[in-house]
């Protein structure tokens, strides 16, 4: 694998994995009625040896999906472009609507029915009732303090985490 992490929009870091552009591929072929799991396959290996030549260290997320786009656009697959175009255009306007409606952070894609409640009734806030957790945030939250109960009785408390987180 050329690359051992990607940079993610928040700038967090996270393992590089072809199978997600190749996920993404998939589903953008999918909405055009073109399900072909090879062509995927071989739709992100070009994607990944194009990125492996243009970015030397940590790619960014935004590069990965621009690339994605040309690599569409050069094989004739315009219509799967812009399917994957418009579910990208999506994307970003429901992270930019949670952000603006609720002032959540939205690290899980849930729907923004989803992020109304957790902010209402679940995520933590400061005094100021402004949002300080994601709600990722908030599930390990939760998870940790569930298996804090199985530390207190001599349980192994790391594999409870990992079961409810």
């Known amino acids: 694998m050329p690359f051992e992490y990607v940079r993610k929009r928040d700038g967090t870091l996270e393992p590089f994995r072809k199978e997600k552009i190749v996920s993404a ?8 009625g073109k399900e072909d799991p090879e062509l995927a396959h071989t739709l992100a290996e070009k994607v990944v040896h194009l990125l492996s030549e243009r970015v030397s260290d940590i790619p960014e997320v935004e590069r990965i999906q621009d690339i994605v786009e040309e690599v569409l656009m050069r094989e004739g697959l315009s219509e799967v472009a812009r399917a994957y175009i418009l579910y990208r255009e999506k994307r970003r306007s429901l992270r930019k609507a949670k952000w603006e409606l609720f002032g959540v952070r939205d690290d899980l894609k849930l729907s923004l029915n989803a992020v109304r409640v957790l902010k209402e009734r679940y995520l933590l806030k400061d005094s100021e009732g402004n949002v300080i957790e994601t709600p990722k945030g908030m599930m390990e939250r939760v998870a940790r303090s569930i298996a804090e109960v199985d530390r207190v009785f001599g349980e192994d408390a790391s594999r409870t985490f990992e079961e409810f987180f």
């Open 25 to 32: 591929l998939s589903r953008a072929l999918s909405a055009c």
